[in-house]
């Protein structure tokens, strides 16, 4: 083993070239990557001496040229040297079972084209000209400057204007998102430790997988793909394989938005075509739902009869079978002013830690006193807390469905909302993980400056102020007992504002670790399936039910007296799939703190 790592280590420094190596020396295992860059021309025209070189040494030492990850196209150029004598036999076999070379073509018996070929085009083919403006994409450099334009031949065909306007997207960012993917297949496990892509998970289609989203706009950037398939049906129907579930933050090896992507490829067919009517809905939800509130009571007794759920699911592609909340009466963001909550309306001068709760979609409008509890919390725990009453929906639905320009509204109005509340000392604090998410992340893929970044520091989920706040050792722990067995389940976008992976226990369960009594099963089972509106849609139903199945047996265990997640999407799922009652942390620590009676538990 010293003599071969001596030897290439000596043909790299030959070559010019950087390489790591690694793997299980004990075994005689290596692996050897080379850090390549194949826009440059000496790279890529030094590339195949370097690899014969590589591989004679391996050879000469009685190695093979590849163990643990197999052979793949690249290296079935070099198996006739390592098997001289039966590779004529293996290319017989091949021919006799598979005589037209159509399972795993190229892969051991290489046919045709040569293994170059194979590699990424790297930057020489990359480069848009955008209409009108004159920009083109260049390629960075290490320094962060730009160098010369990215074309090769011929001149960039123009950008669609219409997209140009519609997409507004910065070419350096998305180029380097698009590149960063390096084809490792990390994000096509099905382990249980691993949430990755909770849809191809369920369906194990490649289209599904994130680096199908990397790959469609490295096509593009490339030229290999028409820029007019963008704003196609294929490419649309692989952007809405993303659901913005943004487990790629954390578990991509390559750190890829995979979500920015996605959102991108989206935007761009609604430049072209306009949002379908399902998409709409999700979009405006929020307007949709003030204008339900008034006759809430018909829309409740609608969405109990079988028949108008059947006709809502024809009309507006809401599935029938999806069990709706109850629409409130009155948003808490309306009933506040007239609440024992209104002196929460103005900003105060006080010495204690000033919050100003932020209250999305679906706490105004289905469960209110969820934030009322909230409130509670937060004013027993020592908290001054501001409810901005003129704050909008988040626009995270907007976002999920490529409504670039209503999500840009939605962030720019409530951007210029809290950020005179934070330069004042408030911290945003959001009911659920999502709207953190939506406000930390998305906010600044929408609006580049400087107050999107002080957004971003300044907000924090509620579960994650309550941790920090015990951790100080300011926490009231006057906990009644709760003697209940629940069933926890972390929400894909709390594990990725956190950072956590799956294995880790989450701000919401360290909570609910301190109530009396209460015994808290992490289970831990992939994602639910919800995402939002996304599995109440009918085209995505069938697909959010099977995401949720292993979740879902989990909680029908009779042990388990119900299911607990921060994010009331999953807690909605969790309960049509279990068929068991799904709460929120804060209302159990409602219930601990007394500010609900036991039976609110018992729904």
Not at 70 to 92: A, D, I, V
Not at 198 to 210: D, Q, S
Request: aromatic content about 8%; charged content about 20%.
């Amino acid at each position: 083993m010293n003599d071969v790592v001596s030897k290439l280590l000596t043909l790299f420094h030959q070559y010019k070239v950087t390489a790591s190596l690694s793997g299980h020396v004990g075994q005689g295992h290596l692996r050897i990557h080379p850090l390549l860059d194949l826009a440059q021309t000496d790279v890529k025209s030094n590339l195949h001496p370097l690899a014969e070189a590589v591989y004679s040494t391996i050879l000469r030492y009685g190695g093979t040229i590849s163990s643990e990850w197999g052979t793949g196209m690249l290296k079935s150029q070099f198996l006739p040297q390592q098997f001289p004598h039966l590779f004529p036999l293996f290319r017989e076999i091949k021919e006799t079972f598979d005589p037209q070379y159509l399972l795993n073509p190229g892969k051991v018996i290489p046919r045709g084209t040569h293994w170059i070929n194979h590699l990424r085009h790297g930057l020489e083919k990359r480069g848009r000209k955008l209409s009108g403006s004159g920009v083109v994409i260049n390629r960075p450099s290490s320094n962060g400057t730009s160098t010369s334009p990215l074309l090769a031949g011929e001149l960039p065909r123009e950008m669609p204007s219409q997209l140009e306007i519609q997409l507004r997207w910065e070419p350096s960012y998305v180029f380097e998102s698009a590149y960063q993917c390096n084809g490792c297949g990390e994000c096509l496990r099905f382990d249980r430790e691993s949430r990755i892509c909770p849809l191809f998970r369920g369906t194990a289609t490649i289209e599904f997988a994130p680096r199908s989203k990397a790959d469609l706009l490295r096509g593009i950037l490339e030229k290999d793909i028409d820029l007019d398939k963008l704003v196609g049906e294929r490419a649309k129907a692989i952007a809405d394989t993303c659901f913005q579930c943004r487990m790629c933050d954390i578990e991509c090896a390559s750190q890829i938005d995979i979500s920015l992507l996605a959102f991108r490829s989206k935007a761009a067919y609604v430049a072209a075509h306009g949002l379908p009517l399902d998409d709409l809905i999700v979009s405006r939800l929020d307007n949709v739902l003030n204008l339900l509130t008034p006759v809430n009571v018909l829309f409740n007794a609608a969405m109990r009869n079988r028949f108008m759920r059947w006709l809502f699911e024809k009309m507006f592609h809401i599935s029938q079978g999806r069990t709706m909340p109850a629409l409130t009466s009155r948003p808490f963001l309306h009933r506040v002013r007239w609440s024992a909550w209104r002196h929460c309306l103005s900003p105060e001068q006080t010495e204690k830690e000033r919050v100003a709760l932020f209250v999305d979609t679906y706490v105004n409008h289905f469960d209110p006193q969820l934030a009322e509890v909230a409130v509670q919390i937060l004013e027993h725990n020592g908290f001054s807390v501001h409810i901005p009453v003129r704050q909008q929906t988040s626009g995270l639905r907007s976002f999920a469905v490529g409504h670039a320009d209503r999500a840009e509204r939605l962030a720019r109005h409530n951007i210029n909302r809290m950020s005179d509340l934070i330069r004042q000392g408030y911290k945003i604090i959001t009911i659920e993980p999502s709207s953190a998410s939506c406000l930390t992340k998305d906010y600044r893929h929408l609006l580049d400056h400087q107050e999107s970044e002080m957004m971003a520091e300044n907000v924090l989920d509620f579960c994650s102020l309550l941790l920090r706040h015990y951790r100080a050792g300011k926490l009231q722990e006057d906990f009644q007992s709760v003697p209940y067995r629940v069933g926890y389940h972390a929400p894909c976008r709390g594990l990725a504002i956190s950072g956590s992976l799956t294995i880790d226990a989450t701000p919401a369960e360290k909570l609910l670790n301190l109530i009396p009594e209460l015994e808290v099963e992490r289970i831990e089972r992939g994602c639910c399936g919800m995402s939002g509106l996304w599995g109440a849609q009918q085209k995505n139903y069938r697909h959010s039910l099977h995401i949720g199945t292993p979740l879902f047996r989990a909680l029908r265990q009779p042990e388990i007296d119900f299911g607990v997640s921060d994010c009331n999407a999953c807690c909605l799922q969790m309960a049509h799939g279990s068929r068991k009652c799904a709460l929120h942390p804060i209302q159990l620590l409602a219930v601990s703190y007394g500010f609900l009676p036991l039976s609110a538990l018992e729904r």
